[in-house]
């Protein structure tokens, strides 16, 4: 299985040759050749974190697990979740 930037890539541009497929518009859904460049792991990593991806996903998902444990005390009648 493959994702669909990496087909894209592989059919606009050619083979990966086992390297990841970088989307250089930082939006992962993304698969505009134009928008795609191979880079070695470490490339790859460096600039997510250089981004902070993994920190702005880490609050998003903190924010919905706030908004979730609100709910459900909303229906067991309002007791707080740890």
Do not use: W
């Not at 890539?9 to 993304?30: I, N, Q, S, W």
């Not at 981004?51 to 924010?63: G, S, T």
């Amino acid at each position: 299985m493959k994702l669909l930037h990496v087909l894209s890539y592989e059919a606009f541009c050619g083979p990966t040759l086992g390297f990841p497929v970088h989307h250089k518009c930082a939006k992962p859904a993304c698969f505009n050749p134009d928008h795609l460049q191979l880079v070695t792991q470490r490339e790859n990593v460096a600039e997510m974190l250089e981004r902070n991806a993994y920190i702005r996903r880490i609050k998003e998902l903190e924010d919905r697990v706030r908004y979730l444990e609100g709910l459900l005390s909303e229906s067991r009648g309002g007791g707080a979740i740890i």
